[in-house]
């Protein structure tokens, strides 16, 4: 499922470009990407987590996120 939705994200600029370079009305560019786009949203509508992962996992990623590697300290110098 992720697989696909990157597969259709990845190949919207080679599908579309053509297409879109042929029109000149911005709303009908609009609606062309629109479409393309909400099709491969559309393979995201049946996202289950816990199809991949298992509660335990879950919890988990959870925990490393939070704390003292919450990514919000770093070794670097403040720019002045």
Do not use: C, H, Q
């Not at 992720?2 to 609606?31: C, G, H, N, Q």
């Not at 479409?35 to 816990?50: F, K, M, Q, T, V």
């Not at 996992?57 to 996120?65: A, F, I, K, S, T």
């Amino acid at each position: 499922m992720l697989t696909s939705f990157r597969s259709k994200m990845l190949s919207l600029p080679s599908k579309t470009a053509l297409l879109l370079a042929s029109k000149d009305d911005p709303k009908e560019i609009e609606a062309l990407l629109d479409r393309d786009i909400y099709e491969a949203l559309a393979e995201l509508a049946d996202y289950e987590p816990s199809l991949f992962f298992e509660e335990d996992d879950v919890e988990d990623l959870d925990m490393d996120m939070v704390g003292e590697n919450d990514g919000t300290e770093t070794d670097v110098e403040p720019v002045s």
